[in-house]
């Protein structure tokens, strides 16, 4: 038995920051993750 390693890049929105009253401006970060599975 082993495991398998993956690689996947997450995009989520980060960095918001409010304008005036009603309005969200937020950034795009990009993120790395290391999956881990099982075999």
Not at 2 to 15: K, T
Request: a positive charge; proline letters at 0%; one cysteine or more.
């Amino acid at each position: 038995r082993g495991y398998r390693r993956d690689e996947v890049i997450v995009v989520e929105r980060c960095a918001c920051t409010f304008h005036w009253c009603c309005e969200v401006k937020c950034k795009l970060c990009r993120t790395k993750k290391v999956i881990y599975t099982c075999l």
